[in-house]
């Protein structure tokens, strides 16, 4: 079986801290570490206006933002294909197909939809679109229509891939054939990395709530919202609070070793600073400098590539033209064994012709 890797954004603003170690870090690694036969990487436009159909523009000013976040981290369009969901013809109607598979009962307990659907203040008066409501339907077409089974995602992710796979295994079943492939995620091995927390202390870091370190901000701005981490209020030589401590989760994520002997090198390593940081002592700005020192670091790499590549606009349109060109020809050749498996190929041959002649005909 073929190693085929697939993996989307929305375009609803530029990618933060938490994109990047959640999943753009681990597919930077699959892309130049691992074996695989094909890289898809989908600017998710058509699941964005799921929630901002009456802002398509918002949708449409960010697609760009995306595409150059994704140069900047190293995604390489040698080895990636990317791609814009919206312009991929065979998925709407795949996605078609799949929802007489799925009830509605069924979507609606999903998890992460049942977290969205929080988040975004649909509540029982009938508000949420339905277009939202069949996000995993449509997250299966995507998956399925490139017959990729390795999904780098967030931890928050995997409820909506279990739902793929239960698609997958019921079309199998239902129609008799077996070319739909399962599909597993890849979390980050890391796991303060898989659901990093926002600024302010919210369950996920997110664009919509405005509490993001963004890729792409500069080292001020990096270093004003460091310091707006939120924090546990004590004095200084009272025990520090490890558990759910913000600091820490991003330090987790992004510090080695090697930050230690560069910026602070009273300490060697992080589980040494924890545990003495938590007899009491080290004051959090201490630990905001510590930190900020290491994203200004990480970062900067990455913001100085993304202005090289605002350069070079064109190149990037051109990269998404032929990379959706490509998306299209799998796609529409999955659609066609989708519709032959179901018996809805009236026109691809003459046998449909036949056995109504036949029918017909004493």
């Known amino acids: ?18 994109h990047y170690v959640g999943s753009l870090r681990e597919r930077v690694r699959l892309q130049n570490e691992t074996t695989y036969d094909e890289l898809y990487v989908m600017i998710a436009d058509a699941q964005a206006l799921t929630d901002n159909s009456g802002n398509p523009q918002k949708v449409r000013d960010n697609i760009i933002e995306v595409m150059l976040d994704y ?8 080895k990636t294909t990317f791609c814009i969901q919206s312009q991929i013809t065979a998925l709407p109607e795949i996605t078609s197909y ?20 929080q988040a975004r203040g649909y509540g029982s008066e009938g508000g949420m679109p339905v277009g939202f409501a069949t996000y995993p339907i449509s997250q299966a077409a995507d998956i399925t229509a490139f017959k990729a089974n390795l999904i780098p995602v967030g931890d928050d992710q995997e409820p909506m891939l279990e739902q793929t796979r239960e698609i997958v295994r019921s079309f199998n079943h239902t129609y008799n054939c077996n070319f739909l492939v399962e599909c597993k995620s890849v979390l980050a091995k890391n796991l303060s990395c898989t659901r990093l927390p926002g600024t302010d202390g919210c369950a996920k870091m997110s ?41 820490f989760i991003y330090l987790d994520a992004f510090c080695t070793d090697k930050h230690f002997e560069k910026y602070y090198p009273e300490f060697k390593n992080l589980d040494e600073l924890k545990e003495s940081y938590a007899k009491g002592g080290i004051g959090d700005g201490k630990i905001k400098a510590f930190l900020n020192n290491i994203l200004q670091e990480e970062l900067e790499p990455i913001r100085e590539r993304r202005k090289s590549f605002e350069n070079k606009i064109p190149m990037l349109i051109d990269l998404l033209k032929r990379g959706t060109a490509k998306a299209n020809e799998i796609a529409s050749a999955t659609l066609n064994e989708i519709k032959q498996a179901m018996g809805i190929d009236y026109f691809s041959n003459d046998e449909f012709e036949n056995e109504q002649i036949k029918k017909f005909t004493n």
């Open 1 to 18: 079986m073929k190693n085929i890797i697939l993996t989307a954004d929305r375009p609803t603003g530029r990618l933060h801290i938490g």
């Open 71 to 78: 140069l900047s981290v190293g995604l390489d369009p040698e």
């Open 98 to 117: 799949y929802m007489n598979l799925v009830s509605l009962n069924r979507l609606l307990r999903n998890p992460t939809i049942k977290s969205e659907i």
């Open 207 to 247: 664009k919509s709530v405005g509490n993001c370190i963004f890729l792409s901000d500069e080292p001020s701005v990096i270093k004003k919202k460091v310091n707006s981490i939120k924090t546990f209020p004590r004095q200084i030589d009272e025990p520090g609070i490890l558990e759910n401590n913000i600091l």
